[in-house]
């Protein structure tokens, strides 16, 4: 199918290419951008005036659900979730249940994914089995059956000598291991330590949580030379480690969540559960970090951290309700938030959510690697096309994801997904 996006402002984060003009696609590949052949004949146009042609979303930290809810058809919600948010491309941690760590459930998810013709699903192996942080998985048969890395999710690894072991099996094949730096024995509260916590009488998160591990993390990366991805960092110590360990020459990246990136402890009002998240929400001070550290690219990717909570598990005591917001239908116009309060380009701004994210995951991707997060000649038609003057409001009853709980809801919020294509075909057009 032949189709052309016209007069739209086609940007692609990673040339710097920004320039009103008509982008061509040929079934699945964009073949002209600007100089379109004067015998191209298009099956369908969209009219993209006013709006932003850009390169699909590529979100780092989606849940899904599945394995473990298909009886939910959750997978088919979250991922039409993500397509309305302007997402072609996700990762999914492997804490589902059963966990990621056998090839057939690998490839069974990725094939219920691939049937739905949404956003495309890269999982994350688990590193140990059943996430129990004592036997490592097979890393080779996940790898072969498409995993795109290797990952503990929210369960920390207590023994050190089982995450060192992790790391040179890892990088003996050049795998990647993504991991959220938190201290087993530190990281158990549910809101960051401080006067806020204090106060509410909620066990508190300490920063050397984060720190501690970070610290632990490094040090095995040198002794392995393992590659190393972190998952959420929250602190302004935990952005300062980072910054001094790239300068160093460790191969680590990062991301922050748009929870981390835009909120604080404040924001957990009267013990509202809706702000019950890992990490923590902490302080205005590493906010700031955090917001500071993503436009200097030390941290390397924005994420939603898309975690959908039904309604039982958040009616509950703030301290035992689960953690977790569902946040992939806002990411871009969270981006787009961060972007005009810090008066960035779009340009930069759409890199965190494309071409920054499409660099962490590398050669991972196979032959998609090189245009993943781009929108460039000859390479993938996963396009998001926006409304950067249109704003909307965050109504919970209105999100496709089955998750409904977020912090940002009622918040009016900038971009207007208005059209989502997924190897050129339209994953989601807005009524």
């Not at 700031?288 to 309604?311: E, F, K, N, W």
């Amino acid at each position: 199918m032949n189709m052309l996006i016209s007069g739209g402002r086609v940007i692609d984060p990673a040339s710097g290419f920004d320039e009103i003009t008509d982008v061509a696609l040929v079934n699945a590949e964009v073949v002209a951008i600007k100089n379109i052949a004067n015998d191209f004949r298009p099956d369908q146009v969209i009219n993209a005036r006013g709006c932003i042609v850009a390169p699909g979303l590529v979100d780092l930290a989606v849940r899904l659900r599945e394995p473990g809810h298909e009886h939910a058809r959750m997978l088919q919600s979250e991922l039409a979730a993500a397509v309305a948010g302007g997402v072609t491309r996700l990762v999914c941690p492997p804490d589902t249940d059963p966990v990621l760590d056998e090839p057939g459930l690998v490839e069974m998810l990725r094939h219920r994914a691939a049937k739905l013709q949404l956003a495309q699903v890269h999982p994350l192996g688990a590193l140990t089995r059943n996430l129990g942080g004592e036997t490592l998985t097979e890393m080779v048969a996940l790898s072969e059956a498409g995993c795109v890395a290797f990952s503990q999710a929210e369960v920390p690894l207590a023994n050190t000598q089982v995450l060192q072991r992790a790391f040179q099996y890892a990088s003996t094949f050049d795998y990647a291991v993504w991991l959220r730096p938190q201290d087993y024995h530190l990281g158990r509260g549910v809101a960051a330590s401080g006067a806020l916590a204090t106060r509410m009488g909620l066990a508190g998160v300490p920063v050397a949580a984060e720190t501690i591990a970070l610290h632990t993390i490094f040090e095995l990366m040198k002794a392995t030379g393992a590659r190393v991805h972190l998952c959420r960092l929250s602190s302004a110590a935990g952005v300062a480690l980072v910054r001094q360990a790239k300068l160093d020459g460790l191969r680590v990246s990062c991301d922050v969540s748009i929870n981390s990136l835009h909120l604080t402890d404040v924001d957990l009002g009267y013990f509202d559960s809706r702000a019950r998240l890992n990490p923590p929400l902490r302080q205005q001070r590493d906010r700031d970090a955090l917001q500071a550290g993503l436009a200097d690219g030390t941290i390397d990717a924005l994420v939603s951290d898309h975690t959908p909570v039904d309604d039982d598990a958040k009616a509950l005591p703030f301290a035992e309700s689960e953690a977790g917001a569902t946040g992939v239908e806002l990411l871009l116009s969270l981006a787009l938030k961060w972007g005009q309060q810090h008066g960035l380009g779009l340009a930069q701004t759409l890199a965190t959510v494309s071409s920054g994210p499409a660099r962490v995951l590398g050669s991972a991707l196979g032959p998609q690697a090189a245009s993943a997060g781009r929108l460039v000649v000859g390479g993938a038609a996963d396009l998001c096309v926006f409304d950067p003057a249109a704003a909307w409001t965050v109504d919970a009853g209105h999100l496709r994801s089955q998750g409904k709980h977020t912090p940002f809801s009622g918040y009016e919020l900038p971009g207007v997904v208005r059209y989502t294509l997924v190897g050129g075909r339209v994953a989601f057009q807005a009524a």
